[in-house]
């Protein structure tokens, strides 16, 4: 007996109030997409085994960590995962997140545990920054959280910050208009001491209620017309990418990503080209894809993989076999 899950890749719009003005800090919004996903089947073992395509040291050693937190629960630190398929890891597609929480949703299931889901939150410790990925896990679509309490002086989190309680939705909503292309040039090299310097210390000084705002207000428009969310989504898209700790995040973008966001907005201006998480990965959302991937094949340099998708909106399936 084994059972399998399939998890979606997230992509991460921005962050919401890093500045703490509001008495809360932290809160997101994404959307949860068809490709890539974490394909992992469980079974039982009498050894921790990986097998089926190859995941990093790093994506080992964090499950390793996990698992060793469910010993207590399952008296065992030996199963066996075979991976059908993976997400790549800091690339902007949250796989931390989404493995962790794939991992111990699989346990749960294996083991009849039955820990509801702000347990398995808990249990993974992915208590920062992660309020997208955690919610996106378990409905898909598209969301907004409302990140955590904000308290002066204190520091800003990362994902893995255990000691909070997961962040809630403000807002989610299912989409099967837009579809997606996630394109990116180069290596992801901010995570872990350097990710996290990031929220240490650059403080934003901004009105950070008007990032806020344009998020609300696109998600109202789930009631309007198609065409009135198609319109007013790329202004949304666009206008925040230029406030905020997003403008922050695509100044840390190497000299390849900034002047390819030149580039778009000159070829294709009237539509967002969107960083990320804190990149590398780019991507464009919305209806018009034969011209973005148009805009993207005449840059003079060509992506180091680009990916055609769509929103998922079911979030991570479990079976058992």
Wanted: proline fraction near 2%; charged fraction near 20%.
């Amino acid at each position: 007996m084994y059972y399998r899950i399939s998890t979606p890749a997230r992509l991460h719009f921005a962050l919401i109030n890093q500045s703490g003005m509001l008495g809360r800090c932290n809160g997101g919004f994404g959307v949860s997409i068809s490709k890539p996903v974490w394909d992992i089947e469980v079974s039982h073992s009498d050894i921790l085994t990986f097998q089926g395509n190859e995941i990093c040291a790093e994506q080992k050693k964090s499950i390793k960590i996990l698992i060793d937190k469910f010993s207590d629960y399952i008296g065992t630190n030996s199963i066996q995962l075979h991976f059908n398929s993976i997400i790549k890891s800091h690339c902007g597609f949250g796989s931390k997140t989404s493995l962790l929480l794939s991992v111990a949703q699989l346990i749960n299931h294996l083991f009849e545990l039955r820990l509801s889901h702000a347990e398995l939150i808990n249990i993974t410790g992915r208590g920062g920054t992660s309020g997208v990925g955690i919610n996106l896990f378990e409905n898909g679509g598209f969301v907004v959280d409302n990140g955590h309490v904000y308290k002066h002086g204190q520091p800003f989190l990362p994902s893995s910050y255990p000691m909070l309680s997961p962040a809630k939705k403000i807002f989610s909503l299912k989409n099967n208009i837009f579809k997606i292309i996630f394109f990116r040039f180069s290596e992801g090299k901010y995570f872990g001491q350097r990710k996290n310097y990031c929220f240490k210390h650059i403080v934003l000084w901004m009105l950070v209620t008007r990032g806020i705002s344009y998020v609300v207000f696109f998600f109202k428009l789930s009631q309007l017309s198609l065409r009135m969310i198609i319109t007013h989504y790329r202004w949304v898209c666009k206008e925040i990418q230029g406030i905020g700790f997003k403008k922050i995040e695509w100044e840390h973008q190497g000299a390849t990503e900034r002047e390819f966001l030149k580039y778009w907005n000159d070829k294709n201006g009237d539509s967002a080209l969107c960083l990320s998480s804190i990149g590398p990965g780019l991507f464009y959302i919305g209806t018009e894809i034969d011209k973005a991937i148009s805009t993207i094949e005449g840059f003079h340099q060509r992506p180091l993989e680009m990916i055609v998708s769509e929103i998922d909106n079911k979030g991570a399936q479990v079976d058992k076999s």
